[in-house]
């Protein structure tokens, strides 16, 4: 037993872009992983300048299991989801806005940004969020030839990891058949690598690691 209960993240996440009313992501800090995957299911995202967004997974042998891998392609495009997620490190507030991860960066403490928030909620009550339901919309592909070229990019880059070539499986899926299908894909893929022995040694080195910077002198 893992201790966790209630619904799965990706069903809480489709409840929240499921949404007929405007949600509104007020990030803090840094917004990773499944964080970052939550934020994704909001229409809108509202970070404050110290923010960072991320999906680190691959880091630990792993990709995006919440619809990650479906969303962003929609959202930001085919070729920076791939550098994003396969690179494995976080962007800064102000690049994340750039690229189009944020839709608005606020100045100011906690209860500045959960304040910006509500304001731009309030500014879109009453305005149709379907276009921002990011499982609706279409990724457009960039080509087969681009995929060919990124997978042998994170080949050379990530010699010998699994986890790069299937994220970008999984972001192509995104291009070619509906959410739902690539969702089914991102979950194959993130078993796949989950019962892996590839995945389990990057998880054990990270959390060694981690031990290790813990050892007095």
């Known amino acids: 037993a893992t201790g966790m209960a209630g619904p799965p993240l990706p069903m809480v996440i489709d409840e929240l872009e499921a949404s007929t009313k405007p949600v509104v992501a007020a990030i803090d800090g840094v917004s990773l992983g499944g964080g970052c995957e939550v934020a994704l299911g909001c229409h809108f995202r509202v970070a404050s300048t110290r923010s960072q967004a991320g999906l680190p997974e691959v880091n630990l042998g792993l ?24 690179a494995g490190a976080p962007l800064p507030a102000a690049r994340a806005a750039q690229v189009g991860i944020y839709d608005s ?21 009453g305005s149709d969020v379907s276009s921002r339901r990011l499982s609706t919309v279409s990724a457009k592909t960039p ?11 994170f080949g050379t880059s990530r010699k010998g990891e699994l986890a790069p070539q299937a994220i970008i499986a999984c972001i192509e899926a995104s291009t070619d058949r509906p959410f739902s299908d690539g969702m089914n894909v991102e979950g194959t893929e993130f078993g796949k690598l989950l019962m892996g022995s590839q995945s389990k040694a990057l ?11 813990k050892v007095p002198g």
Do not use: H, W
């Open 63 to 86: 990709l995006p299991g919440a619809g990650g891998t479906q969303r962003l392609p929609r959202l930001i495009g085919v070729e920076p989801s791939v550098d994003f997620m396969c």
């Open 105 to 125: 960066i606020a100045d100011g403490d906690n209860a500045a940004v959960v304040k910006a928030a509500i304001d731009f909620a309030g500014s879109k009550v």
């Open 143 to 153: 080509g087969k030839e681009v995929f060919e070229a990124k997978r042998k990019q």
């Open 203 to 213: 998880q054990y080195m990270f959390f060694a690691e981690r031990q290790c910077a």
